[in-house]
């Protein structure tokens, strides 16, 4: 099977239709005639953007009010957030979710009409406002289509295309390739400035409820000589596995909401793992607990809700209708019975994972920028607040735009290599052309087998990230090359598999550098948060065909608003638990 091809033509081009690229492709449409999403899936009903509820939402803060804010949104991050991306987030989110209310986006409101404000995890003096996430992307995709903005769907993006032909280049971004496997073709879109806005990486284990986002616009920013910040909090965790039944998203919802976490014995486990947030804490710490609370014996645990009242639920139906509509499909009432919930973990993106921008979203790489998940989040870095993701990805997407389609209109039109095109078409389409039984699927399963058990996922330490980064390059060189795609979409699975596979590689090097315990990343070997040596985020970046650099960016607190009150090593409340073998 060989595939047809087709070109196209474009100012600005948006690689992904979610919130970040929608809120850029809008922005960028005021600024120049031809702007061109291009998603995988289908805008407003894919992608991570579907299922958020919360959004960090600072309103008209007094002074002290936004000192209070600043204050706990940097001590959420360990101290690590860029304070120059966080005061932008805080002084344009409240600006940017008025513009979303203006084009229809339901959020939750009180009686007198005013918007209603709520506590989600990392929330108590910060607050979020709730909104359906999927009823959110569809007004964005009505907007989109309504300003003349051109929308392409069931398109992979595999490769970006520089203007030296090379990667990484010493050029410019000048488009992209890709698969259409709507139509069985490869694409070749030129463009004068292209934004990266793939959401998170992920596996396709079926273990999340996105699992078609899996690092395709990190993998190609970092090929064409982007860097990549926050690697070795690459883990992706979660508990929303209800009863051993089904999964449904609105954890950090329902952390808002007062619920419990008990064991067995009724024990609030988080009084042993983080007793001043509680149920308000990170996802790791939660994960990890729970993991503790079943290896030591006191297991399984459970969300107790018996405390929420009938217009609790209703707000939960409003907001994460995705979970109400699983407990009404398997009869369950949260009101009588706690949930089970158990923990598991994979290899993906998290706060602090991502492609690094500046505050002009700007790569590193002329004409090339990226916003929200794709990012690498540096309002929020290694923190916890579940509602500031959504946010920065409204600010970021807008400015983005605005810069890119700016960008575009000085910079001009820059020429395609030819050589580099053909070339990339060969690559992308080589799984088409060969023989076996191996499919992109092999390389997913055969990551998580490697990393998904607790020692290496949730307690490694160093011998173990050693074994686990050598089985890993095995698969690389003796799995991958088998892949094969009888199909387009098979075509497209495999594609993501090299992604997904290149990503995990890095993340796992990256966790070998970064000898502490910080966000979502503890090492057993390394159980403390080093404020003396570890405020720094960690680089990584592709300079030539076969080599990396591993480099820092130490946190400038020298002239940051919010210091830490002690340079010290911090002890993790996971230190002195249960050792595995």
């Known amino acids: 099977m060989d595939l047809g091809d087709d070109t196209i033509t474009t100012d600005v081009l948006v690689i992904g239709g979610g919130l970040g690229g929608c809120r850029a492709a809008l922005r960028a449409r005021e600024v120049v005639e031809n702007v061109t999403v291009v998603d995988k899936a289908t805008v407003g009903r894919n992608g991570a953007s579907i299922y958020i509820h919360s959004q ?85 995709r009505k907007e989109v289509k309504g300003r003349g903005i051109r929308l392409i769907e069931k398109v992979m993006i595999t490769n970006l295309l520089t203007s030296d032909g090379l990667n990484p280049t010493k050029g410019r971004v000048v488009g992209a390739v890709g698969i259409d496997f709507k139509h069985n073709l490869f694409l070749t879109i030129h463009a004068k400035a292209v934004i990266v806005a793939t959401g998170p990486m992920g596996s396709k284990m079926k273990i999340c409820y996105v699992d078609h986002l899996t690092g395709d616009g990190h993998k190609m920013a970092y090929e064409s000589g982007a860097a990549l910040a926050g690697m070795e909090l690459c ?87 995705f979970f109400t ?53 540096p309002h929020n870095a290694a923190g916890s607040i579940a509602s500031a993701p959504s946010t920065f990805a409204n600010v970021s997407g807008y400015r983005a735009g605005e810069r890119a389609a700016k960008f575009a209109k000085e910079a001009g039109t820059a020429p395609v290599q030819t050589a580099q095109s053909e070339g990339l078409r060969e690559e992308v389409l080589a799984p088409l052309h060969r023989i076996s039984q191996v499919r992109g699927f092999d390389i997913f399963h055969g990551v998580s087998r490697i990393f998904g058990p607790a020692r290496n996922s949730l307690f490694p330490n160093a011998a173990r990230l050693a074994e686990v980064r050598q089985q890993l390059k095995e698969l690389r060189e003796e799995v991958l090359p088998q892949v094969s795609a009888p199909d387009t979409h098979e075509l497209v699975k495999a594609n993501e598999a090299v992604s997904f596979l290149r990503l995990s590689e890095l993340a796992v090097k990256a966790m070998e550098t970064r000898q502490e315990s910080r966000g979502n990343l503890f090492r057993e070997d390394y159980p403390f948060r080093d ?30 608003r919010i210091h830490p009150p002690k340079r010290e090593k911090v002890r993790s409340p996971f230190a002195d638990v249960f050792r595995l073998s």
């Not at 998203?249 to 988080?270: D, F, H, S, T």
């Open 325 to 377: 509509g699983a407990l009404n499909e398997f009869h369950l009432d949260p009101r009588t019975k706690p949930l089970e919930t158990n923990a598991y973990v994979t290899l993906g993106s998290r706060h602090g994972t991502g492609i690094r921008i500046d505050l002009d979203c700007r790569t590193g790489v002329e004409g090339l920028f990226a916003v929200g998940f794709a990012s690498n989040l």
């Open 235 to 321: 883990s992706r965790t979660y508990f929303q596995n209800w009863e051993r039944t089904f999964q449904a998203p609105g954890q950090a919802k329902l952390q808002g909401m007062g619920v419990k976490l008990i064991n067995r014995l009724g024990e609030r486990i988080l009084e042993r793992y983080d007793p001043k947030w509680m149920e308000l804490t990170s996802l790791g710490t939660i994960v990890r607990a729970i993991a503790v609370e079943n290896l030591e014996g006191r297991g399984p645990c459970y969300f107790d809700m018996r405390n929420f009242t009938e217009e609790d639920l209703k707000d939960l139906e409003r907001v994460v209708p």
């Open 531 to 560: 404020d003396e040596n570890g405020l720094k985020w960690l680089l990584m970046k592709r300079t030539d065909a076969d080599r990396e650099t591993i480099d820092y960016w130490e946190v400038p607190l020298d002239r940051y």
């Open 56 to 140: 960090l939402s600072p309103w008209d803060l007094n002074p002290k009010e936004y000192e209070e804010w600043l204050q706990e949104c940097v001590e959420n991050t360990g101290y690590m957030a860029d304070q120059d991306w966080l005061e932008v987030v805080l002084q344009e989110g409240g600006r940017r979710i008025e513009e979303l209310a203006a084009m229809g986006v339901p959020y939750e409101r009180q009686a007198d009409g005013k918007l209603r404000y709520v506590e989600a995890r990392g929330n108590r003096i910060s607050k979020s406002v709730n909104a359906d996430g999927m009823k959110m992307m569809e007004c964005l």
